[in-house]
C-alpha cells in the first residue's frame, strides 16, 4: 500500500514538473517574437528615411545630368505672320468664243470675186464674196420676158372674161401661167441671191479658205469670222473641290502669252456633270469687253476656295511631320534658364497651305504665337526638346557646316 502511495507522487510530481517547463518555453518564444516586431519596425523606419533620403539624391543627380547633357545647337529662326490667308485652286484654261463661224457658201458654183480681206472687220450681212450665176441670169431674163408675154395674154383674156367674151378655159390658163412665171422667177432670184456669200455675224475676217476661181459648196467652208469681243475661259477642275466653289467665286487669269498679264472675274457657271472617267467637272468665267485674247489661248485660271482673315501663317517648311503624321513646329524659348532646353515642342493643325505658307492652328491652350515669337527653321529635324538652341544667321550657320 506504502510502495503505491509513493508510485502516485512520483508520478504526479513529474506531471508537474512537465507542466512546469512548457510554460517557460511558451514565455520565451512570446518574448523573443517581441523583439523581433520590435526590430523590424525599426528597420521600416530606417528603409522609409533611406528611400526618401535616396529620392532626394535622385533628382539632383538627374538635375546634374539634365546640365551636363543638354546639347547646344546652332538653328535659325522666323516669326509666324498675322494676315489675310487665301488659298487657290490653279489649273489650265482654254480661252473660248461662242461668235466663231465657219462661213460657207449656200450654193455651188464657181468664186468669181472676193470684196473682203483677212483681217477685215464685217458686219453681219455685209457680203464677202461672190459666185458665178451666170447661167441664173440668163434663166431670170428668160422667165422676164416670158412673164411680159403671159401678163399680156391675162391682161387680154382678164377684159374679155369680165365683158363675158371668150371661155372660161382661156381665161384661168391664161392667169395659171402668169401666176406659175411669178413664182419661177421668185425662186430663180432667191437662188441668184444665194450666189452671193455673206457673213453671218458680226467680227473679224480672220481666214479665206478658198481662192479666186476655185469652187465653192455648201460642204466646204469658205472662211472663218472670229468675234472675240466677249470671250470665255474654261477649265476643268476636280470634283473634291465643288463644295468649296460656287458661282460668284473670285477668279484670277494669268496670260503666259502676254507676260503673265493677270485679269480679274468670277465663275460665272460650274458643270452640272461629272466625267467619269477622270472625276472633273468644267467651270467657266466670262471676260467682257475683250480687247486681245483670243480664242483657243492658253490660260492660268486661279480659284479662290480658301480664305481667312488674320490666320496664323507659317513657312511650310519649318512645320514637322512625325511618323504618326502629327504636325509640329519647334517654339524658341528665349528667357529659358542658362543650361535648360530653350525648346518647346508644339503641336499644330494645318489649315491649308499655298505657294509654300501654311496656315495653321495651334492645338494648345497654354500657348500664344504671336509675330514676335520663334520658330526653329533650319536645324528643325535634328533637334529634341532636350536641346538648347543658339539662334543664328543664315550665313552664319553655313560658315558652321562649312
Not at 19 to 28: A, F, I, P, V
Not at 69 to 80: D, E, F, K, R
Not at 375 to 392: F, M, P, S
Amino acid at each position: 500500500m506504502k510502495t503505491k502511495r509513493n508510485l502516485i507522487v512520483a508520478l504526479f510530481s513529474g506531471l508537474l514538473f512537465s507542466c512546469s517547463g512548457e510554460q517557460s518555453e511558451l514565455e520565451t518564444k512570446q518574448s523573443r517574437k517581441k523583439e523581433i516586431l520590435s526590430e523590424i519596425e525599426e528597420l521600416n523606419t530606417k528603409l522609409k528615411d533611406l528611400k526618401e533620403e535616396l529620392a532626394i539624391l535622385n533628382q539632383d543627380l538627374n538635375e546634374l545630368d539634365t546640365i551636363d547633357h543638354v546639347a547646344t545647337l546652332n538653328v535659325t529662326a522666323i516669326s509666324p505672320k498675322i494676315q489675310d490667308f487665301v488659298h487657290k485652286i490653279e489649273v489650265q484654261a482654254n480661252i473660248e468664243t461662242d461668235l466663231n463661224a465657219l462661213v460657207v457658201a449656200e450654193s455651188q458654183g464657181i468664186i468669181r470675186k472676193i470684196v473682203a480681206s483677212e483681217g477685215q472687220a464685217v458686219k453681219k450681212g455685209q457680203t464677202l464674196a461672190i459666185i458665178d450665176s451666170e447661167i441664173l441670169q440668163d434663166n431670170i431674163n428668160e422667165v422676164k420676158k416670158a412673164m411680159e408675154l403671159a401678163d399680156f395674154v391675162y391682161q387680154k383674156q382678164k377684159a374679155l372674161h369680165e365683158k363675158g367674151i371668150g371661155s372660161e378655159l382661156d381665161y384661168e390658163s391664161a392667169k395659171n401661167q402668169k401666176e406659175s412665171l411669178e413664182k419661177k422667177l421668185i425662186t430663180l432670184q432667191s437662188q441668184q441671191g444665194k450666189t452671193v456669200i455673206k457673213a453671218p455675224i458680226t467680227g473679224v475676217l480672220d481666214e479665206i479658205f478658198l481662192n479666186l476661181g476655185e469652187m465653192a459648196s455648201p460642204q466646204q467652208p469658205f472662211a472663218r469670222i472670229v468675234n472675240a469681243d466677249n470671250v470665255k475661259a474654261i477649265a476643268e477642275i476636280s470634283a473634291t473641290h465643288l463644295a468649296n466653289i460656287k458661282q460668284g467665286t473670285e477668279v484670277e487669269l494669268v496670260i503666259p502669252s502676254f507676260n503673265d498679264t493677270t485679269l480679274i472675274s468670277e465663275l460665272t457657271n460650274i458643270g452640272n456633270y461629272i466625267n467619269p472617267t477622270n472625276r472633273t467637272l468644267k467651270v467657266q468665267t466670262e471676260i467682257k469687253g475683250n480687247k486681245f485674247l483670243i480664242p483657243n489661248m492658253v490660260a492660268i485660271m486661279k480659284i479662290v476656295d480658301f480664305q481667312m482673315k488674320n490666320a496664323l501663317t507659317v513657312d511650310r517648311r519649318v512645320i514637322v511631320q512625325d511618323r504618326n503624321n502629327n504636325y509640329f513646329i519647334y517654339l524658341v524659348d528665349e528667357n529659358a534658364p542658362e543650361g535648360k532646353s530653350n525648346i518647346t515642342k508644339v503641336e499644330v493643325e494645318i489649315l491649308s497651305t499655298y505657294k509654300d505658307q501654311s496656315a495653321i492652328k495651334v492645338n494648345r491652350n497654354d500657348i500664344l504665337l504671336t509675330e514676335s515669337s520663334k520658330i526653329v527653321d533650319q536645324g528643325a529635324k535634328g533637334i529634341t526638346e532636350n536641346d538648347r538652341v543658339i539662334v543664328k544667321q543664315n550665313k552664319e550657320i553655313a560658315q558652321t557646316e562649312k
